[in-house]
């Protein structure tokens, strides 16, 4: 098992911006798809976001228009930008495959960072 490592959360004011990373093993995000989750207090994790290894990009509604998830095969990276954040997308991000990969992505759960956004 080797642990994803998430990082760049942090406190910020409404309408403001971060960029959560993602450091991945090898090609795990090349041949796989790849997605960024978030969980609040209370609620169960949910996706926000899904790059497919082709390229392709999706999102929950309540996050389209502002996040914006992307990925550096050299440096096995896998990002979520995310702009005009609302009190709303407070919660713990996590990034790992892609739902459909199920259990296996047991594997693969990190830490998670901390994004809180104050009103």
């Known amino acids: 098992q080797v642990q994803l490592v998430e990082s760049g959360g942090g406190l910020v004011q409404a309408g403001g911006s971060l960029r959560l990373s993602c450091v991945a093993p090898g090609n795990l995000f090349r041949v796989n798809d790849a997605a960024w989750y978030r969980q609040a207090p209370g609620k169960q994790r949910e996706l926000v976001a899904l790059?497919?290894?082709?390229?392709?990009?999706n999102y929950v509604d309540s996050v389209k228009g502002r996040f914006i998830i992307s990925r550096d095969n050299a440096k096995n990276t896998l990002y979520l930008q995310m702009n005009s954040l609302k009190p709303e997308d407070t919660g713990l991000y996590y990034c790992?495959?892609?739902?459909?990969?199920?259990?296996?992505?047991?594997?693969?759960w990190g830490q998670g960072t901390q994004v809180t956004v104050s009103s």
């Open positions: 790059f497919t290894s082709g390229g392709i990009s």
């Open positions: 790992n495959l892609d739902e459909r990969y199920g259990s296996i992505r047991d594997n693969y």
